[in-house]
Nanobody, 116 residues
Framework: VQLVESGGGLVQPGGSLRLSCAASGFTFSSYVMSWYRQAPGKERELVATITRNGGSTDYADSVKVRFTISRDNAKNTVYLRMNSLKPEDAAVYYC??????????WGQGTQVTVSS
């Protein structure tokens, strides 16, 4: 099982980034996919979730309207489009795949830095 995030980097406040998470080794379309983030000294927090068929999404209040989660089951990839980035969005962003209580996979994370 692998989840490989990409797309992080340095962006100025107000800028945009699109994160990608490529999945392999499991049946991607059977898993709920989420993005989490963890800033230094803080707990990991849930940012956004998308259901197996992409029909429903949910967001943390802090990112609603600004972030969009999407998935392409044909490409085994989940995305996080981040607009109007703020310094407080800076964190390591992690991709998560979950099915029930037994199957819970994590990527290695990608760093997002928001600074002028």
């Amino acid at each position: 099982v692998q989840l490989v995030e990409s797309g992080g980097g340095l962006v100025q406040p107000g800028g945009s980034l699109r994160l990608s998470c490529a999945a392999s080794g499991f049946t991607f379309s059977s898993y709920v996919m989420s993005w989490y983030r963890q800033a230094p000294g803080k707990e990991r927090e849930l940012v956004a979730t998308i259901t197996r068929n992409g029909g429903s999404t949910d967001y943390a209040d802090s990112v609603k309207v600004r972030f969009t989660i999407s998935r392409d089951n044909a490409k085994n990839t989940v995305y996080l489009r981040m607009n109007s980035l703020k310094p407080e969005d800076a964190a390591v962003y992690y991709c998560n795949a979950k099915r029930g209580v037994l199957f819970d996979y994590w990527g290695q994370g990608t760093q997002v830095t928001v600074s002028s």
